[in-house]
């Protein structure tokens, strides 16, 4: 079986352009949650969905949106990009809304802002 | 807020060596605790976990147990492998309750020397 699938795996941007990074899920997950992982830092949590719906949202400015699609897959968007947005996104899914068990995470979308 | 502290590394071991990394945690309630792994150009895997006060958790050769008295979750394995080598995370779950959540620390890098 397919695990999470992250695309494009790497991408580079200029300050102020906008950029849509996208997840498929493991089939039958229903929850997709986001990471920043900025060098050096572990990841950052930016945003849960389950079920279409927003489940929980870090602390993270309103540059940053996502949604999920009836097939399960989501997508993570951010405007006016700064530099200080280079990092690895990482996205995760799950079979449940809270932390019973483990989170499956796929390899990554590095974004790197000039 | 909830936190994850670990050792900073890198740590450097020969093939063989006991290896211990050091987690402690702050959080408010009584969140389960993971050890994360990131091999190199790979996603991060579940290595281990536990969930309530005393439980070990253990997995290819790895254990953490939760000390409630220490807020700790120290993880150590009895003999390193070079292909043990990678970026390993502790990460709580979030103790309000209400999503999957994962706070991570920074992660410690294990390079393992033949």
């Known amino acids: 079986d397919a695990g999470v699938t992250q695309s494009p795996t790497h991408l580079i941007k200029t300050r102020g352009q906008h950029v849509t990074l996208r997840c498929s899920p493991i089939s039958g997950h229903k929850s997709v949650s986001w990471y920043q992982q900025v060098l050096g830092q572990g990841p950052q949590f930016i945003f849960q969905?389950?079920?279409?719906?927003?489940?929980g949202r870090g602390n993270f400015p309103d540059r940053f949106s996502a949604r999920q699609f009836p097939n399960y897959s989501s997508e993570l968007n951010v405007n006016a990009l700064l530099l200080g947005d280079s990092a690895l996104y990482l996205c995760?899914?799950?079979?449940?809304?809270?932390?019973?068990?483990?989170?499956?995470f796929g390899e990554g979308s590095r974004l790197t802002v000039l | 807020g909830d936190s994850v502290t670990q050792m900073e590394g890198p740590v450097t071991l020969s093939e063989e060596a006991f290896l211990t990394i050091n987690c402690t945690y702050t959080a408010t309630g009584y969140p389960s605790l993971f050890w994360y792994v990131q091999y190199p150009g790979e996603g991060l895997q579940l290595l281990l976990k536990?969930?309530?006060?005393?439980d070990k958790g253990s997995n290819k050769g790895f254990e953490a147990t939760y000390r409630k008295e220490t807020t700790s979750f120290h993880l150590e394995k009895g003999s390193v492998q070079v292909s043990d080598s990678a970026v390993y995370f502790c990460a709580l779950s979030d103790s309000s309750g209400a999503t999957n959540k994962l706070i991570f620390g920074t992660g410690t890098l294990l390079a393992v020397q033949p």
């Open positions: 969905y389950y079920e279409k719906e927003e489940r």
């Open positions: 995760a899914s799950s079979s449940e809304t809270v932390n019973t068990g483990e989170l499956f």
């Open positions: 536990a969930t309530k006060a005393d």
